[in-house]
Every structure is written in C-alpha cells, then in structure tokens.
C-alpha cells in the first residue's frame, strides 16, 4: 500500500498531486494541432459513429452523482457556446424519483468514476427505454455505464482510490471541454474560439503544476480555518461547479459543514448569514462574469464579511477590499478550463483541514467510493 502512494502519506494527497500527469495521459492522443491553425482540434474515438447523431439531437442532458454531477455543470456552458444544443444536468436519483422526461431526439451523458454508481446506472436503463442516445463518461474501462452506453469516452485518469474524488473531476471536465469541440464542429465564427481553448488545453498540465504550489499556503490556510464550524464558497457561471466541489471536497473530508453558492442569488438568502465570524470564499477569477463578482466582494465586504477572495494572478491588491481580506492568486487560463485549475487549492484546503482535524482522509466515515445500492 506505501508503494502505490510513493512518497504520499494519503492517497487523495497523491492523486491531487498527480493532477499534471492524469491531465496528460487524459488528452493524449486526443488533441490534433498540425501546424497550421485550422487543423487545431480533436479526436475522440469512441464517438466518431455518433457525432452526427449527437449534433442533431434537440437537448443534451448530463445525468450524473456527486463530483461526477458537478464536473458535468462545469462543462456546460463551453458545450452550449460551442454546440448551441440547450443543455439540461440531472441528479441521477432526482431524474429517477420524478420519471423526469426523455426523449428519442435526446443525447444523455452519464458521467461517472467508477461507471458503477446505482443511481446513474438506473437512470441509464431509464434513459435507453425512452430511447435516447447513451453517451457514457467512465474512468473504468468495462465498467456497467461504459458497457451498457452507445458509444464513450474514457477519461484515462488512472485509479482513483481516495474516496473523495480529486484528480477524475479534473479529467472528466477536459473530457467534456473536448466534447464541447468536437459537437461543435469547425465554422469560421468559432475558429478562433477553438484554437484558444485547444492550446489552453496544451498548456493546462503547467498551469496545474503551477498551482499546486500554493500547497504551504492552503495549509496555512487550513490553519486558520481549523475550528470553523461552517466555510461558505462564492461562485458563479464556470465556477459555480468549483463552488459546490469545493464545498463537497470540505464536507466529505473535513466534515466541515460547507456550502456552495450562487453568487447570483446571494441576496435571496445567503447575505443573511454574513458577519464577522464566517469565512467566506469568493471565487472571482477572470472572465465575462468578473465585475459582478467584484460587486459581490463589494457588497459582503460592506456586511463585514470575512473574505478569502480567489483570483488570477496579480490582482489581489485590486480585488481584495481591506486589511482583513485573504487572498489566493491562481493562474490564468482560456474562460471555460479556469474550473480545472481553481478547484486545485480547494482540494489542497480539504485535504490540510483534514489531516489537522485529524479525520481519516482517504476512507471519511459513512462514505464509500462507489455507490453501488440505492
Ligand atoms: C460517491 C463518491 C464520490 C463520487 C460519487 C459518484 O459519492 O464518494 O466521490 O463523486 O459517488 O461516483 P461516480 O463513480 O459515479 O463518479
């Protein structure tokens, strides 16, 4: 067991470390950049009999559980811009308690680790007696998803064995961005567009490896934030998903109540908890949505909140109101890959608040890998 966590004391520590490397083998061979701009794209086996089908269907639907889900609602806004197919996410178990509509002109995308979850799995037979076109996601080759699916794609993340999924959401979001791609199809409007984010994902491995330095500081993040009772966190648009997984790693592991938030709703509810005591992460990287993160931090900032502002590199000293105002400065990428990279100091502040609380970090009580009942 000490060998296959090397020089790691747990095997979340690792796989989250890992990240630079799982991201590489994920896209090998998938991403085609011969020297001129125009041939900049993807190639993804597994649906090469499918994406007409997939481009002509009326709706996508990502079904999906836990991190699974969440990776999947990070992905969704690059996959309406690329494909301009409306995109609907379900829960797995609340497509099921409702019988929610689906139809043969649907494409469902069952997003799972193991490819075993009993939910998805569920919700997959449910899918394919209504008739739709099965896309299955699974980090498991022969798993019961990627075998009762139509067609796939594997994300090639390597064993995961912490229960707390790290280094496959990570995966499953470039999966999904490639997915984006290759629904979306070559036209003049996007070219642009496309070429950005395939050489966004070139260069995502680096940028991962970058952020992974702020390891010392999340652990003295963790530090200060070790005898909260609760840790809220701010998200909105591609970083909403980074928000509820980043109160999901912190929940799981630390057994740290946690919530993510819209940040878009925060004045239909969430202001009301704001005071002095709360730590509250704010998620406000650049892209389209950054001014209205800025008034968010403005508007918690003048209810005394007590602020950890997440932003891209250099500019804390501008997005930062006051004194008190921690910040954590992460690397720049394209818009719709910018979740890969900010989940990565969260799951470092799960793990550190983990350890220092001293819970189990690999096997957190109540919880299992895979779920396979219901
Ligand atoms: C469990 C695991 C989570 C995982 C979820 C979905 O809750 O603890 O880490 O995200 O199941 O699992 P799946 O294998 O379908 O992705």
């Known amino acids: 067991e000490q060998i296959n966590k090397g020089h790691y004391e747990h095997y979340m520590q690792k796989e989250i470390h890992e990240q630079p490397e799982s991201l590489t083998t994920t896209m090998r061979g998938r991403l085609i950049r011969r020297g001129s701009s125009k041939s900049k794209s993807v190639l993804l086996g597994g649906l090469k009999d499918h994406l007409k089908t997939i481009r002509r269907s009326r709706r996508i639907v990502f079904i999906g559980c836990g991190t699974s889900y969440n990776a999947a609602l990070a992905a969704r806004p690059i996959l309406e811009e690329l494909s301009g197919i409306p995109v609907s996410m379900e829960i797995a178990s609340d497509l099921l308690d409702r019988q929610g ?16 979850t009993a939910d998805t799995l569920l919700a997959l037979e449910y899918a394919l007696e209504n008739g739709a076109l099965c896309v299955g996601i699974t980090n498991t080759v022969g798993s019961a998803i990627a075998r009762k699916t139509h067609c796939g794609i594997h994300i090639n993340a390597g064993a995961e064995i912490g ?67 609760s840790l809220l966190v701010f998200g909105r648009s591609y970083n909403y998903a980074t928000a509820l997984e980043g109160a999901l790693k912190v929940k799981e592991v630390a057994l740290m109540h946690s919530e993510g938030i819209l940040a878009g709703e925060m004045k239909h509810g969430p202001l009301a908890l704001v005071d002095e005591s709360l730590p509250i992460v704010v998620i406000a990287t650049r892209d389209a949505c950054f001014s209205k993160q800025q008034s968010v931090i403005q508007q918690l900032h003048a209810r005394k909140g007590r602020l950890i502002v997440m932003c891209s590199k250099g500019d804390a000293a501008s997005v930062c109101p006051g004194e008190s105002c921690r910040s954590i400065e992460v690397p720049q990428v394209e818009d ?23 819970f189990n970090v690999d096997q957190p009580r109540n919880l299992a890998k895979s779920v396979t009942t219901q």
């Open 101 to 116: 509509p689906i139809y043969r002109e649907d494409t469902a995308v069952f997003v799972s680790q193991s490819g075993e």
């Open 163 to 229: 229960v707390a999924s790290t280094k496959a959401y990570t995966s499953q979001i470039v999966v999904m961005a490639m997915l984006a791609l290759a629904i979306g199809g070559d036209t003049i409007s996007n070219q642009a567009r496309r070429e950005a984010i395939v050489d966004g994902l070139y260069d995502l491995p680096n940028k991962v490896r970058e952020v992974l330095k702020l390891d010392q500081e999340m652990k003295d993040l963790a530090q200060l934030l070790i005898a909260e009772q």
């Open 336 to 358: 719709c890959l910018q979740p890969v990279i900010n989940v990565v100091p969260l799951q470092l502040l799960a793990y550190h608040l983990t350890v220092l609380r001293g």
